[in-house]
């Protein structure tokens, strides 16, 4: 079975510090696993995804994943937190050859001036 | 142009009420999806239809009945609406190793 965890319900960081969101994910097969963001009252926007190419992956808003097969993680990471910044991130991971994103719980970021 | 739409962004309505929530994708998709996100942000899948079949159904309550008229198109009817019903429900589209693009939603509220 695939699932996917993410550590911390709440991370909180001052504007310009480096933003750290962990995803730690099982899987039996090599995974296709995303990072989603949802804004107040929004629906989720695609951030990054990796698909087994590159294991560092780029993607809007100036984020970035690392995809580490030793360790099971694929975390989340923004050199310098914004304050638009603030928002719920999810973690997914396909699951196995089906259709199916298997989401984690979700982490709120908390910006500070 | 909005890719993946649904109406109506909120829905009140009371206990034992039959509604409808509507979904149309313009992005080409063959699958669709329902999830529902509960007060605490935890998504969950309903179901699936790919190209008007239905490909994934979840433990749901019977009372939630999905339709497709086409491949663009992905209702949700609910019967005999109750409080736990109560919810934020996205419909997405897309394959599952490109990632999924979101409506965004349509939130319930069962008085």
């Known amino acids: 079975a695939q699932s996917v965890t993410q550590l911390g319900s709440h991370v909180s960081v001052s504007e310009g510090a480096l933003v750290l969101l962990r995803c730690n994910y099982s899987s039996s097969v090599p995974p296709y696993l995303f990072w989603y963001v949802q804004y107040p009252n929004q629906g989720l926007q695609l951030l990054l995804k990796y698909t087994s190419a590159a294991t560092l992956v780029k993607g809007i808003n100036g984020f970035e994943a690392e995809f580490k097969k030793s360790e099971t993680s694929f975390h989340l990471t923004k050199p310098s937190a914004h304050m638009s910044d603030a928002a719920e991130y999810f973690c997914a991971v396909r699951m196995d050859s089906s259709y199916k994103l298997i989401f984690g719980s979700g982490t709120r970021l908390l910006v500070r001036p | 142009d909005t890719a993946v739409s649904q109406t109506p962004k909120y829905l009140v309505t009371q206990m034992g009420n039959d509604k409808s929530i509507k979904c149309e994708q313009n992005?080409?998709?063959?699958?669709m999806y329902w999830y529902k996100q509960d007060s605490k942000k935890f998504l969950k899948i309903m179901f699936s239809y790919n190209n008007k079949e239905l490909i994934i159904n979840e433990t749901v309550p019977n009372r939630f009945s999905p339709k497709s008229p086409d491949k663009a198109h992905l209702n949700l009817h609910i019967n005999s609406l109750e409080l736990g019903d109560s919810a934020v429900y996205f419909c997405?589209?897309?394959?599952?190793?490109?990632?999924?693009?979101f409506g965004s939603g349509t939130r319930l509220t069962v008085v």
């Open positions: 992005l080409g998709h063959d699958t």
């Open positions: 997405a589209s897309g394959q599952s190793n490109y990632g999924y693009t």
